[in-house]
């Protein structure tokens, strides 16, 4: 069945970047999501990828797909104390096309002064 | 920038009530969700509605669960007969043509079932 994986804590310094792993197992994804939780908060949608692909770059936060290895990260550069939160990787499933995401389980990342 | 809103942002109610949560998904969007998180766990999707009839459901979302967009504006979740196991974040999202368009998310609704 789908699934989506990710690995659940990520600290890093204020000004290093930021790299959360991803992994997904639906082949016929057609877009990958990175969304931001911040705490008692909704999901704030960051960025997306579509399937076909390789990178995509938005001002600080650049995606990288390897579709091969169903493998999806999220890369934050200068990181800043506002980045920590919940980030979590989401898939689009199935081909019948009903919008259905999947989600992974959430990278909590610290940023530490 | 238009937003998904969702009323009450908190629920409290006991188990076996119904509870009706509200959604107002952005205006020219075709494809409204329910997803729902359980504190600690993944987010998980309930149900997927498209033309006034759902699209997908989830095995979660048992006969106990209905949706309706009584009017152009706004997108409903019921729970007929809560449970404890019922207490979760529930959060609407819309998308605006295809189903696979970017999903927008509201802020959630926390329902707790005593």
């Known amino acids: 069945g789908e699934d989506v994986e990710q690995s659940l804590f990520l600290s890093v310094r204020e000004g290093d970047s930021s790299v959360i792993n991803c992994t997904y197992t639906?082949?016929?994804?057609?877009?990958l999501y990175w969304y931001k939780q911040e705490p008692g908060a909704g999901l704030q949608l960051l960025t997306y990828i579509f399937s076909n692909m390789d990178m995509k770059q938005d001002q600080r936060l650049t995606v990288l797909l390897n579709k091969k290895d169903k493998h999806l990260s999220l890369r934050i550069a200068d990181t800043q104390t506002g980045d920590s939160a919940i980030y979590f990787c989401?898939?689009?499933?199935?081909?019948?096309?009903?919008?259905?995401?999947?989600f992974g389980q959430g990278t909590t990342l610290q940023v530490k002064p | 920038e238009p937003e998904v809103t969702q009323t009450p942002s908190h629920q409290v109610t006991q188990m076996g009530q119904e509870v009706i949560l509200r959604c107002v998904p952005i205006?020219?969007?075709?494809?409204f969700y329910w997803y729902r998180q359980i504190l600690g766990q993944k987010v998980e999707f309930l149900v997927s509605f498209y033309n006034n009839e759902i699209s997908e459901k989830s095995e979660i979302f048992d006969d106990q669960f209905s949706v309706e967009r009584p009017d152009g504006s706004n997108f409903t979740l019921k729970i007929r007969s809560t449970k404890l196991e019922d207490s979760a974040m529930y959060f609407c999202?819309?998308?605006?043509?295809?189903?696979?368009?970017?999903?927008?998310f509201g802020p959630g609704t926390r329902l707790t079932v005593l």
């Open positions: 205006s020219n969007h075709l494809y």
């Open positions: 639906d082949s016929s994804s057609t877009y």
């Open positions: 989401a898939e689009s499933y199935g081909s019948g096309n009903t919008g259905k995401l999947i």
């Open positions: 999202a819309s998308s605006e043509r295809l189903s696979t368009d970017t999903q927008y």
